[in-house]
């Protein structure tokens, strides 16, 4: 019987590294979902037992953050992992304060988000 592998969800409107980002997680054992766009993750539903959401903060329409917002609007649970290429100064404490798990600026290495993302699960999903 084969073992259903944690799903990571993607929101990053950048092609190259929406790619880059699902290689990453695959390779690591995870299934990754992935969307352009924070519309997109909502118009798909609920985002049922993934592990989180990774999602950049600057996106075509809905921020990461107001994304991160809705979510818990909608009674969502999934942390999220903010990512960004336009950190400033208090940035990542806004993110943490709005609800964020994890907050990685860009450019970031893999051992990172993978790391923020076992942070995240929990004790009892590593």
Do not use: N
């Not at 903060?57 to 991160?68: K, N």
């Not at 600026?105 to 076992?118: N, R």
């Amino acid at each position: 019987m084969a073992v259903a592998q944690e799903q990571v969800l993607i929101v990053e409107d950048d092609v190259g590294l929406r790619e880059a980002l699902g290689r990453l997680l695959a390779a690591a054992g995870f299934a990754a979902r992935d969307y352009a766009s924070a519309e997109a993750l909502l118009d798909a539903g609920p985002a049922g037992e993934a592990v989180c959401v990774v999602s950049d903060l600057r996106l075509p329409a809905l921020s990461g953050l107001e994304l991160l917002d809705e979510m818990r609007r909608r009674g969502w649970a999934q942390p999220m992992i903010v990512i960004t290429a336009h950190d400033t100064p208090g940035l990542a404490a806004e993110a943490r304060r709005r609800g964020a798990a994890a907050y990685l600026a860009k450019p970031f290495t893999g051992t990172a988000l993978l790391a923020s993302i076992a942070e995240v699960r929990g004790p009892s999903r590593k």
